[in-house]
């Protein structure tokens, strides 16, 4: 398969602390993106990173690329109990213009 | 308000009975596309849209068709609706390609029994 897959499945944090979360793919990828869920609604973007780059910020959120380890992970600072939802990451790869998910990383972060 | 549109967001329907989930962006966006959403499967893509009247198959496209006359919209068909296609639906666009990050619309909720 060339989805992401996401590690681990579920993840459950005290507020403060920090969550990450990895995603491992088979395949030579343009891009790889980072999503947020809330429960049933829509996707929403965090981060995209490129091929070429090995790590980008945003915020309280930290996302790195490991190209020889087909990997990537996503690093979330200092919890809140907003941050609890699903995250995915999506796979952009060259010449293609479809874009693969995994299953997500369900967050729970409790106050 | 920059935005994704789709309706409606719940559908309950019958086997058989042909329906249309439309699905409207105003950003302008070249690119579009469809997913379903599965517990246990994450999101899979279905058809997506590079142009006017350019599409291609996703992932799990059987059972469904697209069109894309107009720029901003891209309707989803389901002809002749199976219970297996009883899923949560969502449109996506973005500037162009998966090069771009992807907005997504809210969802639509279909029941097929």
């Known amino acids: 398969s060339q989805q992401g897959e996401e590690d681990p499945q579920a993840l459950s944090i005290q507020e403060g602390e920090n969550a990450t979360m990895n995603c491992s793919y088979k395949?030579?990828?343009?891009?790889l993106q980072w999503y947020r869920q809330n429960s049933g609604r829509g996707l929403v973007h965090l981060i995209l990173i490129r091929s070429n780059e090995r790590e980008k910020h945003s915020g309280r959120l930290r996302v790195t690329l490991d190209t020889s380890k087909k990997s990537s992970s996503l690093l979330i600072t200092a919890s809140r109990a907003a941050d609890t939802a699903s995250y995915f990451c999506g796979i952009g790869k060259y010449n293609n213009n479809d874009m693969r998910f995994g299953a997500g990383t369900r967050l729970t972060v409790k106050p | 308000e920059a935005q994704v549109t789709q309706n409606p967001r719940y559908l309950i329907t019958v086997t058989g009975k042909k329906l249309t989930v439309t699905c409207s962006q105003n950003m302008n966006h070249e690119y579009m596309s469809w997913y379903r959403q599965d517990p246990g499967l994450g999101l899979r893509q279905i058809y997506y849209s590079m142009n006017v009247e350019v599409t291609d198959k996703g992932d799990v496209p059987e059972g469904y068709k697209v069109s894309r006359k107009e720029k901003r919209n891209f309707p989803l068909i389901l002809e002749s609706p199976s219970p297996n296609q009883t899923s949560l639906y969502f449109c996506?666009?973005?500037?162009?390609?998966?090069?771009?990050?992807?907005?997504f619309g809210p969802g639509t909720r279909l029941t097929v029994t």
């Open positions: 395949t030579s990828i343009n891009n």
């Open positions: 996506a666009s973005s500037l162009w390609g998966t090069s771009y990050e992807q907005y």
